[in-house]
C-alpha cells in the first residue's frame, strides 16, 4: 500500500490574516457636528462585534447610530458615540484608548488586583446579600470589588475577594472549600424544593470581564425561561413601553432578520450582542440607532 502524505499546515496560519491586518480603528470629529465617529476595521473572526462594543461600553459611551457590516471575511463598523452629558468625545486619552486599544488581546479585560474571583447564582430572596457578605466577613474575606444582576427572582453575582490581611488572593483550598460550602448553604436554601434550577458557586484565579461573565451566568441558568414578577411600582402604562421583537427567517437566502425596537437605555447594545453570542448567531449586517427615549435596531443574522 502506498503511503498517503498529506499536506503541511503551519498551526499559525489561521491568525496570520489577523496578524498582517490588526484591528484598526479611528475616532472622527469632524464628520457630524453632534457626536463622534468611530470607524472600526478589522479581518473578521468570532466575537469580533462583541470586543468593539464592549470597549465602547466599558467607556461608558452612549451609542446613538451604528452600522455593522461584515462580509467577505472582513469586519466594518462605524458607530456615533457621545459620551454621557450627550457631548462628543474630546478627551485625548478616551480617544488614546479607543484607537490603541484592539491590537492588544486583553480587551475588556476587568481586573482588581490580586483577587479572586467568586460566582455565585440561585434564586434571589430579601437579605441574601447581606447573608453572603457575613460568610466571607467571618472568614476573613475582604469583598475588593462586585456586580450583582438579578431578574425573575434569580441572583447572579461576581465577587472580587482577597484576604484581609495580606490583601492577596487565598489560595488555601481548605479554608476556599469552607467558603464554598456555607455560601451554598445559603443558596440552597433560597431554591424551591420543586425547581429544577439548582444554585452553583465556583472560583476563579484570572480574569474576567464582569458583564460578559453575568450574561453568561444567566443564559446558562435560563432565566429567560422564568415569567419575572411585576410589582406595581414597576408598571409603565406607556403604550409604547412593551418591546417590539420580529424574526423573519429567509430561508432562500440563509439568514433571519431580527428587528428590535424598545426604550432606550445605557448598555442597551452590548446586552443585545451579548445574548446573540450566547445563542451562537453572527451578526454580519445590522443598522442601530435612537430617536429620544427608543431605540430601533435591525439585524442580519447566519
Not at 44 to 66: C, F, M, R, W, Y
Not at 153 to 171: E, K, P, Q, S
Not at 197 to 217: E, I, P
Given at each position: ?15 496570520l ?17 453632534e457626536?463622534?465617529?468611530v ?7 468570532p466575537?469580533?462585534l ?24 472582513w ?21 488614546d484608548?479607543?484607537?490603541?486599544t ?12 490580586d ?17 453572603i ?33 495580606t ?18 448553604n ?10 429544577e ?23 446558562a441558568d ?30 432562500d ?8 425596537k ?18 451562537q ?8 440607532s435612537?430617536?429620544g427615549?427608543?431605540?430601533s435596531?435591525?439585524?442580519?443574522l447566519?
Amino acid at each position: 500500500m502506498a503511503n498517503a502524505y498529506w499536506p503541511y499546515f503551519d498551526p499559525e496560519y489561521e491568525s496570520l490574516s489577523l496578524r498582517i491586518n490588526p484591528p484598526r480603528a479611528s475616532v472622527d470629529n469632524s464628520s457630524c457636528p453632534e457626536c463622534t465617529v468611530v470607524k472600526v476595521d478589522s479581518v473578521n473572526k468570532p466575537g469580533i462585534l462583541l470586543e468593539v462594543v464592549q470597549v465602547l461600553s466599558d467607556l461608558d459611551l452612549i451609542i446613538t447610530k451604528a452600522y455593522i457590516s461584515s462580509d467577505g471575511g472582513w469586519f466594518m463598523d462605524v458607530f456615533h458615540v457621545i459620551d454621557q452629558q450627550g457631548k462628543k468625545i474630546t478627551d485625548g486619552k478616551t480617544i488614546d484608548y479607543i484607537e490603541k486599544t484592539w491590537p492588544s488581546k486583553q480587551v475588556g479585560v476587568h481586573s482588581v488586583g490580586d483577587h479572586t474571583a467568586i460566582e455565585l447564582i440561585g434564586r434571589d430572596r430579601p437579605g441574601l446579600l447581606s447573608e453572603i457578605s457575613a460568610v466571607l466577613a467571618n472568614l476573613r474575606f475582604n469583598v475588593a470589588a462586585a456586580e450583582v444582576w438579578t431578574h425573575n427572582r434569580r441572583i447572579a453575582c461576581v465577587l472580587y475577594v482577597n484576604d484581609d490581611t495580606t490583601c492577596r488572593a487565598v489560595g488555601d483550598q481548605t479554608r476556599l472549600s469552607l467558603m464554598e460550602e456555607q455560601l451554598k448553604n445559603i443558596l440552597r436554601g433560597c431554591d424551591d424544593e420543586d425547581s429544577e434550577k439548582v444554585a452553583r458557586t465556583s472560583f476563579s484565579m484570572g480574569f474576567t470581564h464582569v458583564d460578559r461573565r453575568l450574561h453568561q451566568m444567566f443564559f446558562a441558568d435560563r432565566d429567560y425561561e422564568g415569567g419575572g414578577v411585576t410589582t406595581a411600582d414597576q408598571v409603565d402604562h406607556t403604550p409604547s413601553f412593551k418591546p417590539e421583537i420580529t424574526v423573519e427567517r429567509l430561508e432562500d437566502k440563509g439568514y433571519s432578520v431580527v428587528n428590535v425596537k424598545c426604550r432606550d437605555r445605557a448598555k442597551l447594545m452590548f446586552d443585545i450582542v451579548c445574548t446573540l453570542t450566547d445563542m451562537q448567531y453572527v451578526v454580519f449586517h445590522a443598522a442601530i440607532s435612537s430617536d429620544g427615549p427608543h431605540a430601533s435596531q435591525v439585524r442580519v443574522l447566519e
